[in-house]
Each structure stands twice: as C-alpha cells, then as structure tokens.
C-alpha cells in the first residue's frame, strides 16, 4: 500500500514536471506570433517574387531540407534559419523602394525579437543541434552560395512564406494555449 503510494507520487511528481516543462516551451514560443510578420509579407510579396528571376532553383523548399525536420530539431532548424534571415539575408538586400524596405525592416526586427526569445527559451531548455539539423542548414546556406548574392537574397525573401508556413506548422497550437 504504501509502496504504491510511493509510486503515485513520482508519477505525480513526472507529470507535473513535463507539464512544467511544456509550459515552458509555449510560453517562449507564444513570444513568437508570426500572424502579422505574414501580413507584412503577404503585402510584398509579388513585388519580392516578381524579381525572383531564377524560378528553377530553391534555397528552402528542396524536400531533404525543411519539410524532413523532426519535432526534435525544429528548435535548432528556428534558431538557425532565423540567423540565416538576419545574418544573410536582411543584410545582402538592397531594397530601393521604401514601401518594400519599410517592410523588410518590420519583418526583420519582428526575427530579432524571435531570436531573443528563443535565446531565453534556451536557457530553461534544451535547443540542441543534431546532426540532421545542422546539415539541412548546410544544405541552405549552400543553395544560397550558390547563386550571385543579390539573386540568392531577393529568393531567400520570396521563400519567406515557406519559412513562415513551416513556423506556424511546427508550433501549432502553441499560441492558442
Ligand atoms: C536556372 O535558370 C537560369 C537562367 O534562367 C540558368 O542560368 C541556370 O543554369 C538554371 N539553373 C538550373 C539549376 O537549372
Ligand atoms: C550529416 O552530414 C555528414 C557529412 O556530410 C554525414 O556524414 C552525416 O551522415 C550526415 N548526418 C545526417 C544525420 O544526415
């Protein structure tokens, strides 16, 4: 009798701590409502798409990259691709028009703020990198290379959308709760 009781209070004791735990990973990803950075994108997104001149190619949307994460890797895949955004890609476009630029910037400020978000996020959890997550980044950041720097940033910004779409996909419900 005793015995049991014993056990019922561990499992009481695991529950409450993988609930903790869970609360913990909505609360820093309901930092993240992607909602208006797709709004902004929806604006310019014809415009972004329309100078997108090499349709044959991709930087994100190759199957072997996003679309195969695991749920174990979508942390690392966030981070990662969200340094790709602001290290890469925000940073080689030359924007001229300042509608579009405006928001660009929105857009780019909205991934900073993710990113903080996520830096503390992973302080209270694990955002570890596995193999499988760090070659998908791989395979981006060589999709991108490999094409002229102006070409690769205007498809990187055109590819928004599957990024955003991914995000939403893989954080379901998370804002909700
Ligand atoms: C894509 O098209 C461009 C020209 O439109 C061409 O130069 C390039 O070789 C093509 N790339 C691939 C991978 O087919
Ligand atoms: C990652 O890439 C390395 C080097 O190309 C390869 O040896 C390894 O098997 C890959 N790992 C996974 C999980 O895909």
């Not at 499992?11 to 909505?26: D, H, P, Q, V």
């Not at 080689?92 to 900073?112: G, M, T, V, W, Y």
């Not at 928004?160 to 909700?176: C, M, R, Y």
């Amino acid at each position: 009798m005793k015995a049991q009781r014993v056990s019922l209070w561990l499992m009481a004791a695991m529950f409450f701590l993988c609930s903790m735990r869970a609360r913990g990973l909505r609360r820093c990803l309901i930092s993240m409502d992607i909602h208006h950075i797709e709004e902004a994108f929806q604006e310019i997104k014809k415009t972004i798409q329309a100078k997108d001149t090499f349709q044959n190619v991709t930087i994100l949307s190759t199957s072997e990259t996003l679309h195969s994460i695991k749920p174990l890797d979508v942390c690392c895949m966030t981070k990662n691709l969200l340094a790709f955004y602001v290290d890469k890609v925000f940073k080689d476009h030359r924007e001229l028009n300042p509608q579009i630029l405006r928001k660009i910037s929105s857009i780019a400020n909205s991934f900073l703020y993710m990113q903080k978000a996520l830096q503390q996020c992973q302080e209270q959890m694990q955002c570890h990198c596995r193999d499988e997550a760090t070659n998908a980044t791989r395979i981006i950041h060589d999709n991108y290379d490999q094409l002229e720097v102006r070409s690769a940033a205007i498809k990187s910004l055109g590819e928004l959308d599957v990024f955003l779409a991914w995000i939403d996909k893989n954080h379901q419900g998370t804002s909700a709760a």
